[in-house]
């Protein structure tokens, strides 16, 4: 039981990982100073970042939860 709880917590963790990577930062505003027009040439991906937001949100509360159950048994 214990392996089958490991396994399915470093998958929420490389899963935590990945979607807060793939996240835009909070400063993507000022990379237009910077980077130039690529905001406006590509677009900004709004939907994406809600998507992102929601996965990292339900995967960090998995990833708790897992942990202290973990740490019990």
Known sequence: MSVVLTVIY???????IATVLLQSGRSAGLSGAIGGGAQ???GKKK???DLFSKISTGLAISFMILAIIITVL
């Not at 470093?10 to 935590?16: E, F, H, K, N």
Request: a negative charge; one cysteine or more; hydrophobic letters at 60%.
């Open 10 to 16: 470093v998958l929420i963790c490389i899963g935590l």
């Open 40 to 42: 406006s040439l590509f």
């Open 47 to 49: 939907g994406l970042d």
